[in-house]
């Protein structure tokens, strides 16, 4: 298999980034959402942040295929966070190993370089030791953990902050 690809999203990537970010949803405690965002709200979503504002969603491709992507977000709503972004990412579980997800850090990572951003957090929902590690490895480091913060699939789940300079 090929090396991925990472690029842009565009409009046209939507339905397979909401197929991903479904999985994740309506499977696993990996994300504190318990709904599925309708094709309307990905659209509106990606007009308002990425088309027109100033956050990133980029993909991973495989064989012309989209296996993973990661997308930066407002981390809180006031305005002295405004240089602090909230990082997610997230891969098709058909393509976990494939290094899409470090290719997709890897070229957010240079693309932030030089940014008025300062921090990326990146807020894990625990246990999820993959995906600890994995932010381990890229220069992330664990801020704290709020216990019982979230109640999913009949469960409490503590969750984790990790930080990032950037």
Not at 29 to 36: A, C, D, P, R
Not at 86 to 104: F, H, I
Not at 105 to 115: I, K, Q, S
């Amino acid at each position: 298999m090929s090396a991925p690809t990472v690029r842009d999203a565009t409009a046209g990537d939507l339905p397979a980034v909401a197929a991903i970010y479904t999985h994740y949803v309506v499977r696993t405690t990996m994300t504190f959402n318990t709904e599925v965002r309708t094709p309307r709200e990905w659209i509106e979503r990606f007009e308002r942040d990425i088309l027109d504002g100033p956050y990133h969603l980029l993909v991973a491709e495989l064989e012309g295929v989209v296996r993973g992507y990661v997308e930066t977000q407002r981390f809180r709503p006031k305005p002295a966070y405004a240089r602090s972004l909230e990082l997610s990412v997230y891969v098709d579980p058909e393509a976990r190993g494939t290094g899409a997800g470090g290719a997709l850090y890897g070229e957010l990572f240079r693309r932030l370089e030089d940014t008025s951003y300062h921090r990326a957090y990146s807020i894990i929902a625990l246990p999820n030791e993959a995906s600890v590690r994995f932010h381990e490895r890229w220069g992330f480091v664990h801020r704290g953990t709020l216990t019982e913060a979230g109640y999913k699939f009949g469960q409490y789940l503590d969750v984790a902050y990790y930080e990032r300079a950037l």
